[in-house]
């Protein structure tokens, strides 16, 4: 259901555009003018593919960030089973990268099937991973307990220099979650209690990896209203070519949001 109402939302952006497609060259202007995307940086990256209204493929887009970011620099992205993580859960299906549908859009799917791409081994928050220590980077995600912590990927990118958060077409950010996770000392309005064991197959065979998991009780301000209202000053944000594209520096976020942390400033709905 969440990937209809997805898609049909992606349908009423494209007709209120008409037929004015983004070209290559206006994604480029986007990344390297727009979002001051350089050589060197490293992008955890979220999108949206339908509400870009390309005339470009995702592969195109994939190799036109591998060409902004170049030899040195990284590219993520989150690649999620599709539903609630507790549902992929307690359905025991096995968390096949290479057959799954993931919920994270058409870009992060075309990309985990790209040449010298490593995906982490977690049943509900895997990476994809390229650039030169993208092994280092994804491996260890199956020893987590919490999947954004201090041993995930996610933590892992942070801490690389120029590291940076975008979104193009969306807002999502996956690293506020991280942050969550490595400074918030009471994360019972987020997770789960107890561990539940999600399977994940890999060429070495098909692991069981006990993991906690948000369990969506409480209701929290989404991840874009939370930046909007206390650190907006840490985003880079265009809608040119009529949808929106953000980027975020990792120092920057989590340097701001830990001081709201510590000042008991989280997401909940108060």
């Known amino acids: 259901m969440f990937q209809l109402l997805r898609k049909y939302r992606y349908r009423l952006k494209r007709g209120k555009r008409g037929n004015v497609k ?8 986007i990344l390297v003018n727009e979002l001051c995307i350089k050589k060197g940086d490293s992008l955890i990256v979220h999108c949206g593919f339908g509400s870009l209204n390309a005339n470009f493929s995702p592969a195109d887009l994939i190799e036109l960030l591998r060409q902004t970011v170049g030899e040195n ?18 359905s025991g299906r096995i968390f096949d990268p290479n057959t799954v549908t993931c919920s994270t859009g058409v870009l992060a799917q075309v990309f985990s099937q790209s040449k010298d791409v490593e995906i982490s081994i977690h049943p509900i928050k895997a990476v994809a991973v390229w650039g030169k220590n993208a092994k280092q980077i994804s491996e ?11 041993g995930s990927p996610y933590y ?13 077409g969306v807002r999502n950010c996956s690293l506020l979650h991280m942050v969550e996770d490595i400074f918030e000392p009471n994360k019972d309005y987020l997770y789960s ?18 993991t906690y998991y948000h369990h969506g009780d409480i209701p929290l301000v989404q991840s874009k209203d939370f930046i909007d209202k206390y650190c907006p000053e840490v985003m880079l944000i265009t809608h040119a070519h009529d949808f929106v594209s953000y980027s975020i520096s990792s120092e920057n ?3 701001k949001v830990r001081v709201l942390f510590s000042k008991g400033v989280n997401r909940q709905c108060h």
């Open 253 to 255: 976020l989590v340097s």
């Open 140 to 150: 260890g995600h199956e020893h987590c307990e919490y999947p954004y912590d201090a």
């Open 156 to 168: 892992k990118f942070s801490q690389l220099q120029n590291s940076k958060s975008i979104g193009l």
């Open 193 to 210: 209690c107890d561990k539940l064991t999600g399977k994940v197959k890999t060429f070495r065979g098909t692991h069981d990896i006990d």
């Open 73 to 90: 620099g990284h590219i993520v992205m989150p690649f999620y089973p599709p539903g609630l993580s507790k549902y992929w859960l307690d």
């Open 22 to 29: 983004t070209t290559l060259a206006d994604m480029r202007n």
